[in-house]
């Protein structure tokens, strides 16, 4: 099923088999070219794209139904791109035409906007009689000999930067001038690895003065600087396309889908099929949400996921859509439970994202009503908010695209979903942060920082961490952090070496010999489990501020611990009473430093060379979660004024919101136990939730500014509060799958 359910031609799986993208990262450019760059601008949005909390995928009959929904957004179909142009004697024809325009209609006078969804393909007669404004997948002009056909997208595929992109443009602004659409949303219109058409050959050869890669390599610096370039350009036509729209009328948009925000799935495609910065140019960026067992729906992926890509747009509105698969391969709804997708709603607003909703889920029908109808009580503290800024952590593209191309899924994302996975479970606020964030003013708003194995920083993005920490910041980091320049160059030591006061050498050596098993675990074992066991470790530790912690000691009374995780090899620090956690390596006896804290200028640096954090995702120990967030408290040196009690399955994120009322803070909960108690197979397991188990006792403790007054929603519930010398606790009433404390000053 599309994403745009009513779409019968395309979705963005079929466009990027068909024109084998995969994708593009956002890194820093070469240092000649970076000095040459213009500061990057995200694009203004309309004011009422920032009300929006209700959107809908339907058919066009289905409009009714969607405004007594309270629907203020409906994404549909009823055309393709056209050939000629209207201003050429072409445009849409008679009978086309008369469908679009009565669709605008009936969603204007129903006060809802309409974002048309666009197949971004030229159709068979403009590539007819221009084939070479196609993608070309290598130098032999093949393409050319390829005929197009209207039943295959592969046949049709155009390169938004050469003439096929302009024309694209001039489509939406004759249909925003002829239809009052008042926006678009592509299902592709990306771009791919490589294109050798004459406008990218041309254009390369103007700007870099050499000609293109001749393959698709990450491997190679070259092609890593053309995916940079390439991803400017895209970035330049969605600038030209925001450009003519909003000239003819500023309420327009583009509330497109994207294809580099917090899906899993879109994480591992290498390379990128767009820059992440590119979510910066759409008014509303939309991601296809999943929750089933190839994006790992029963873990903290979801919820990450739906946290970054509002991260992506700097806080800004953005669109999460649950799908209501049962299980990803097969697709279908098979015994999909109505519980569920209320869940999975809840979960995309508890993250600070819009969640869209398709009438077209087969017998889902009328719960697509009552899921609007839950978005309805809640939307007035869901627009025009602010998340609470106390810890940051960097989810680094070009760490991600060029040095963790080779096995993404071990090297980037465990760092980045364990650290995610420690604050949520400890109820810590943490915020994600984007390469281009990395800088004095950002930095300047956070307690701590947070560089998960963010390896490829540039020299810039370094200068600042140094920076914020000598002024008083707070930086956890992990493994191989500035081990590498922000194309992935491997330096010959840590760039941040100064801050972790250790210096870089290397991975301990493997073991030479594979250890004994115990008779009864050794018969469930085959090849792959040792292909897996690298990393392990034994953890130790005395006395040190870091470890002086009582649910700490519970856990790990012996003050010794197996770990199982990436490991770096360090120097000594010059203080020896900077070491806090040793690690002993299996095979070997000589135990090296595993985490060292140290003050830097007038702020604080934890820095761990066993990745706490990646093992906390594939390989957890409650006692990881606990070693993360007693450093991420030692560092920023100073307490969130907010705290929570609450079970780890709530997560709670931090907002502040202001209106003519004056200001508040809101603070989201979410329940994601689930009473199946994963009985199912882990490596398939998906939430199929029917029911809940409200959580009780769920405390607030406010310190410092407190809150006037304090009501729970939906329902305008006046909680119990407790009011002490300088602090305030609210008990909240039992928590089933999703509140809102809401404390007004």
């Known amino acids: 099923m599309s994403s745009n359910s009513s779409f019968s031609h395309t979705t963005r799986r079929e466009f990027l088999a068909a024109s084998a993208v995969g994708g593009l990262a956002l890194a820093g450019l070469p240092a000649a070219e970076a000095a040459k760059e213009p500061v990057f601008e995200p694009i203004e949005i309309p004011e009422w794209v920032h009300g929006v909390t209700r959107m809908a995928y339907l058919v066009p009959s289905q409009v009714p139904d969607a405004a007594k929904a309270g629907v203020q957004v409906v994404h549909t179909n009823t055309i393709w791109p056209y050939f000629p142009l209207r201003k050429d004697g072409g445009g849409l024809s008679e009978a086309e035409g008369k469908t679009l325009r009565q669709l605008v209609d009936d969603c204007h006078q129903r006060g809802m906007k309409l974002s048309l969804g666009l197949p971004p393909f030229p159709n068979v007669a403009l590539v007819t009689k221009h084939p070479d404004w196609r993608i070309h997948p290598d130098d032999t002009g093949a393409v050319l000999k390829v005929e197009p056909r209207e039943d295959n997208l592969g046949t049709r595929v155009g390169c938004n930067l050469g003439p096929w992109g302009n024309y694209l443009i001039d489509i939406c602004a004759e249909l925003v001038e002829d239809y009052k659409i008042d926006g678009y949303s592509f299902d592709g ?31 190679d610096l070259a092609y890593r600087e053309y995916l940079l370039w390439r991803g400017k350009r895209l970035e330049d036509h969605y600038r030209r396309m925001q450009a003519r729209i909003k000239k003819l009328n500023p309420d327009a948009v583009l509330m497109s889908w994207t294809v580099n925000a917090g899906r899993y799935g879109h994480f591992l495609y290498s390379p990128r099929a767009m820059p992440t910065r590119v979510n910066l140019l759409f008014d509303l960026p939309m991601q296809e949400w999943w929750l089933d067992e190839t994006n790992f729906g029963a873990s903290v992926a979801p919820a990450f996921g739906a946290a970054y890509l509002r991260a992506t747009t700097g806080g800004r509105p953005n669109a999460s859509e649950p799908y209501l698969m049962s299980r990803g391969n097969p697709y279908g709804t098979d015994s999909f439970p109505k519980h569920e997708r209320v869940t999975r709603i809840m979960l995309v607003l508890t993250n600070g994202g819009v969640a869209p909703e398709a009438y077209g889920w087969a017998g889902h029908v009328e719960s697509t009503a009552e899921v609007f109808k839950e978005i309805g009580k809640r939307e007035r503290w869901l627009t025009r908010t602010e998340q609470m800024p106390w810890a940051a952590l960097l989810v680094s593209e070009q760490t991600r695209q060029f040095y963790a191309y080779k096995d993404i899924a071990e090297r980037f994302l465990p760092h980045v979903f364990g650290a995610f996975r420690a604050a949520q479970e400890e109820h810590l606020p943490l915020n994600l942060i984007n390469d281009w964030d990395l800088n004095p003013k950002e930095l300047a708003r956070y307690k701590v920082v947070v560089l998960a194995n963010a390896a490829a920083l540039s020299e810039g993005q370094v200068e600042a961490a140094r920076e914020y920490v000598k002024k008083g910041g707070g930086l956890v980091a992990t493994a191989e952090t500035s081990l590498c320049d922000e194309l992935g160059r491997p330096r010959h030591d840590f760039a941040l070496a100064d801050l972790f006061g250790v210096r870089y050498q290397g991975s301990p050596k493997a073991p030479e010999k594979r ?37 700490l000691n519970q856990l790990v009374p012996q003050k010794s611990a197996t770990f199982k995780g990436p490991l770096v090899q360090v120097s000594a620090p010059a203080d020896a009473k900077e070491v806090a956690l040793r690690m002993t390596p299996e095979g070997d006896k000589v135990p090296l430093p595993a985490a060292i804290l140290r003050k830097f200028g007038e702020g604080r640096v934890a820095y761990f060379a066993a990745g706490l954090d990646a093992a906390l995702w594939s390989y957890a120990y409650p006692y990881q979660r606990r070693l993360l967030a007693r450093a991420l408290e030692w560092a920023a040196d100073k307490a969130f004024p907010i705290s929570v009690t609450a079970p780890m399955c709530v997560q709670s994120t931090f907002f502040t919101q202001k209106d003519k009322e004056g200001p508040r803070v809101v603070i989201h909960f979410f329940n994601g136990g689930n009473t199946t108690a994963n009985h199912g197979l882990p490596a398939t397991d998906v939430p199929l939730r029917e029911e809940v ?22 329902g305008n519930l006046v909680p119990r509060v407790t009011r002490e010398d300088k602090a305030a606790v609210v008990e909240l009433p039992p928590l089933e799958v999703h509140s809102m404390l809401v404390g007004e000053f």
């Open 189 to 219: 219109n990306y771009h791919p690895p490589l294109c050798f058409c004459p406008a990218c050959q041309k254009a390369y050869k103007e700007d870099m003065d050499r000609a293109l890669p001749a393959k698709v390599n990450l491997d």
């Open 693 to 714: 188990v409200a959580v009780h006792g769920i405390r607030v403790r406010f310190e410092g500014e407190i809150p006037k007054s304090f009501h729970v929603e939906p």
């Open 515 to 551: 250890p004994e098993l115990e008779m009864n675990f050794a018969v469930t074992v085959d090849e792959n489990y040792w292909k897996q066991r690298t990393g392990v470790a034994t953890l130790a530790w005395d006395d040190h501020v870091l470890v002086r912690d009582l649910r």
